[in-house]
């Protein structure tokens, strides 16, 4: 493909920070029809940072791994986290918890939580881990065929409600949960796609049913809170250490921020494992061999027992599969960051209010760190790949302060998921099935994954 394509011939002859600006600006509408394509041919066109305009806003395109550092690692606080289309478009459901919040309030509720998933808890949380699983496929059968991406997403509900909630949801909340949040990834894309933004406050019948939506969530998380309260018995996790401080600081800590701390760790805890074991088994489904090494290690290192967490350092192909599924299908496929003042990046001038992008999606498809990036290759990170590249080329869960607190919990749960899983059955894509990207704030199966389930 000609990179410069569709360029008048007079900017053939510009210099090349013109061609950029142009380029970017004659390609926006192809963003909002395809952004992964987008941004895909964004880094492949060349350029380590490409700047543009948004009407009156500044925009700037990171492509290359040193500058992305600079960013969300090195230069951090000089930034804010969330853009405020994003922060506009999710406060209503989010509130002020730990996706949004930002300095020493994100840091000091960063620092309750934390505790809840130090090594030790994470570890005694395997189990559940375990059991939830072995309790859903306990109810498939041979020959079904299964939407496995609503599966996945029972089961790592279950999972981050036993683990960091100490509740079982009962089915009536899980379809809340789940209204809530198919609402609000629908909402997000046709707001960004939108010629004209209505005001979030403006009664719109569809706004007055999100509202509605998130009051009924709402009602879910405080009845949820409320039964821990009632509880004296404290297991240490996520919501015990957030309602034990809240004692302890004399109600700094208010039952809105209650709320919206457990929304937060709620939704992002399930959401995005689901999304990854569900590109994970669509990639085995379509990668015989891969899935055959997988069996041959589960079947080495298990002998057909249940998975458990001290088997995770004899499961390296698998972690192996998670990490290259993760690469080609990061749930988190677009990180946005905003200069807080006038500031640099590798001696480029940086205004105040540039709103800087960083895409895992188009990164970790760099061939300069992954050779023959379109193939799914768990092999390339058998021999110390992750720590060779720089931590701007592979970021699937974000990275500097602002990474995602819970990335050990959630790679311990994929490949924990993926042993039990795959022990127990083959999944095959159902023929005809339409396999179609939903680039939301995650990285959904539009049409979800139906899969033909096969009892080993």
Not at 84 to 109: A, P
Not at 218 to 227: A, C, G, L, P, R
Not at 439 to 455: A, D, E, F, I, Y
Request: aromatic residues 10%; hydrophobic residues 40%; charged residues 20%.
């Amino acid at each position: 493909m000609n990179k410069l394509q569709n360029l008048p011939e007079h900017l053939l002859k510009t210099d090349t920070s013109t061609l950029k600006r142009h380029w970017l600006f004659s390609h926006l509408l192809q963003a909002a029809r395809d952004p992964l394509s987008f941004f895909n041919y964004a880094r492949e066109y060349g350029a380590d940072i490409i700047p543009s305009r948004v009407g009156w806003t500044r925009v700037l395109l990171l492509n290359h791994p040193n500058y992305i550092e600079e960013v969300f690692s090195q230069q951090n606080r000089m930034f804010m986290r969330k853009g405020h289309f994003l922060r506009n478009n999710s406060k209503l459901l989010l509130g002020n918890g730990l996706f949004l919040s930002e300095g020493k309030f994100y840091q000091h509720q960063r620092k309750l939580a934390q505790p809840a998933f130090h090594k030790q808890m994470i570890t005694s949380y395997g189990e559940v881990m375990v059991e939830e699983t072995n309790r859903v496929i306990a109810t498939w059968q041979d020959g079904q065929k299964r939407d496995v991406y609503q599966e996945f997403v029972g089961i790592t509900m279950s999972i981050i409600a036993k683990t960091m909630l100490g509740t079982e949801l009962a089915p009536v909340a899980a379809n809340i949960v789940t209204t809530v949040l198919d609402a609000t990834m629908n909402r997000f894309v046709n707001r960004m796609n939108a010629l004209f933004l209505v005001p979030n406050w403006f009664p719109t019948p569809g706004h007055l049913r999100f509202r509605r939506a998130v009051k009924q969530l709402d009602q879910v998380v405080y009845d949820i809170i409320n039964q821990r309260c009632t509880n004296e018995k404290s297991q240490g996790n996520f919501l015990d250490l957030l309602i034990y401080a809240q004692q302890k600081e004399g109600g700094q800590i208010t039952l809105q921020q209650l709320r919206d701390e457990v929304i937060n760790i709620f939704l992002a805890g399930h959401e995005s494992t689901a999304i990854a074991l569900t590109w994970t088994s669509y990639l085995l489904s379509q990668h015989p061999s891969v899935e055959a090494k997988l069996i041959e290690e589960l079947q080495t290192v298990l002998r057909g027992r249940t998975p458990t967490v001290a088997d995770l350092p004899q499961l390296r192909y698998t972690e192996a599969i998670a990490l290259e599924a993760l690469r080609l299908y990061p749930p988190v496929w677009l990180m946005e960051r905003v200069a807080l003042e006038d500031t640099e990046i590798s001696g480029y001038s940086v205004a105040k209010g540039t709103r800087v992008f960083a895409v895992p999606w188009s990164a970790h498809r760099n061939p300069e760190f992954f050779p023959e990036p379109e193939k799914f290759n768990p092999s390339r990170w058998e021999d110390g790949l992750a720590k060779r590249i720089p931590l701007g080329a592979y970021f699937p869960f974000s990275l500097g302060e602002r990474s995602c607190i819970g990335k050990d919990f959630g790679m311990m749960e994929i490949v924990l998921l993926i042993a039990t899983i795959f022990q127990n059955f083959q999944l095959k894509l159902v023929p005809g099935h339409p396999v179609e990207i939903f680039p939301s704030l995650t990285l959904r199966p539009k049409h979800g994954m139906k899969m033909l389930l096969t009892k080993r």
